[in-house]
């Protein structure tokens, strides 16, 4: 896989600016590693979208992004918004650059460069899920893919929070620090999820989406996700208090989330949320937009170079 044609992207403003400092120690490891490769910068929000779809373009067909959540699910989305080229045809891995970093934990792709390079050299190849939410913004109803967790309602709106703090969140401690915060400004809308010809009809603290186990700083919010099982894997939280949220962080972390009583999982291939109210979401720690929201799988649609 090493002497495969690379097209790099990289992310400089990946973990609040870290990711430049970051890519200054490896390029020249990088450059030495693939001699291949071709690199190429990231502008603004979005542009990675575009740089995927225009290497397609001309005939690349192996990518890696080199930053954190962010930059891997503009990655996803280069590669499945054009039409140009089959994307059973693409191999993707991912550089971890960023602050969570939540989509590798699952893969346990490794950090240290070195392991990373003995990883691609390996080119284990896995076909992995991706998920396609189709929704509300603007006015308009909107599609965006995503390869690890969607959420919404509270979920929405901690992103929408932490946008605005996105200074502060350096690592998962400081995450969490407002997730708590703003628990005591969320309120709980009435939604109805429907799957499997099923409606569930709740005001919920949060309704999760995975293909990955892991978000928001190495939270199992999803932890039955499994992103090869052609299955969506969907968590509904109903109402819980403030102190029940608070005595139950430990959950988020170690997988047991499920064994709360308010906590219900399910395993499906197709989703639907409505409300009345508008009802935010997020997918790979992005903002996207509201209800009405469905989402499906395409299974095994991607190959992934993992561990």
């Known amino acids: 896989m090493q002497n495969e044609k690379w097209y790099i992207i990289i992310n400089p403003a990946a973990g609040n600016g870290a990711g430049r400092r970051q890519w200054a120690r490896i390029e020249a490891t990088i450059r030495a590693q693939l001699p291949n490769s071709t690199l190429t910068f990231t502008e603004s929000p979005g542009h990675a979208i575009a740089l995927v779809a225009e290497a397609l373009r001309q005939g690349y067909r192996h990518f890696i992004g080199a930053g954190g959540d962010g930059t891997n699910n503009e990655m996803i989305n280069g590669i499945f918004t054009q039409a140009e080229v089959p994307t059973s045809e693409v191999h993707y891995t991912l550089l971890p650059l960023g602050t969570g970093n939540d989509w590798v934990r699952t893969h346990r ?24 939410l189709t929704f509300q913004a603007q006015d308009e109803r909107r599609q965006r893919y995503f390869i690890n967790v969607a959420g919404l309602a509270y979920d929405a709106f901690v992103v929408a929070y932490t946008n605005r703090y996105r200074r502060w969140a350096v690592h998962k401690w400081s995450y969490l620090l407002m997730v708590l915060r703003c628990l ?16 569930f009809d709740h005001h919920y603290y949060t309704i999760n989406i995975g293909i990955g186990r892991y978000s928001g700083g190495g939270m199992q919010l999803t932890p039955h996700a499994m992103p090869n099982s052609g299955q969506l894997a969907l968590t509904l939280a109903r109402r819980v208090s403030k102190l029940g949220v608070i005595f139950n962080i430990w959950r988020f972390y170690n997988g047991t989330l499920p064994q709360h009583p308010k906590i219900d999982i399910f395993q499906t291939k197709h989703i639907e949320v409505l409300s009345e109210q508008n009802v935010g979401l997020e997918a790979d720690g992005e903002l996207l937009g509201e209800t009405p929201v469905t989402c499906t799988i395409l299974p095994g649609a991607l190959r992934v170079i993992v561990p």
Do not use: N
């Open 109 to 132: 792709i490794p950090h240290r460069l070195s392991d990373w390079l003995s990883m691609l050299a390996a080119g284990k190849v896995l076909l992995h899920d991706i998920g396609l």
């Open 184 to 199: 005591f400004l969320y309120r709980l809308p009435r939604a109805q999820v429907l799957f499997d010809g099923q409606c």
